[in-house]
């Protein structure tokens, strides 16, 4: 069974700082490009990152409302995605799925707050 399974959200105060995990099972993460996905209450998803696969060069891209302050890896010997977040913002406040071509997880929450 494929599977992706996101952990390390919570709750933060502004400018705090968290990093969230995805660990995949029954495929190997470097084989496919993963994505960072955040849906917020009452709003649609918003893409958030992603890194494209080892065969392509790992490549990140990220959304201008992250750049700067989010940063995405991979650990290939680990088969798990990281999402290493600073500078928190009260509108990061989001569930976050990593997902890949054939399969997303169950997300993680995050909720940004004084």
């Known amino acids: 069974e494929v599977r992706l399974v996101e952990s390390g959200g919570g709750s933060v105060q502004p400018g705090g700082s968290l990093r969230l995990s995805c660990v995949a099972s029954g495929f190997t993460l470097s084989n496919y490009a993963v994505n960072w996905v955040r849906q917020a209450p009452g709003k649609g998803p918003e893409w958030v990152s992603t890194?494209?696969?080892?065969?392509?060069?790992?490549?990140?891209t990220y959304a201008d409302s992250v750049k700067g302050r989010f940063t995405v890896s991979r650990d290939n010997a680990k088969n798990t995605l990281y999402l290493q977040m600073n500078g928190l913002k009260p509108e990061d406040t989001a569930v976050y799925y990593c997902?890949?071509?054939?399969?997303r997880g169950q997300g993680t929450q995050v909720t940004v707050s004084s």
């Open positions: 890194i494209s696969s080892a065969a392509t060069g790992a490549r990140t």
């Open positions: 997902s890949s071509l054939i399969v």
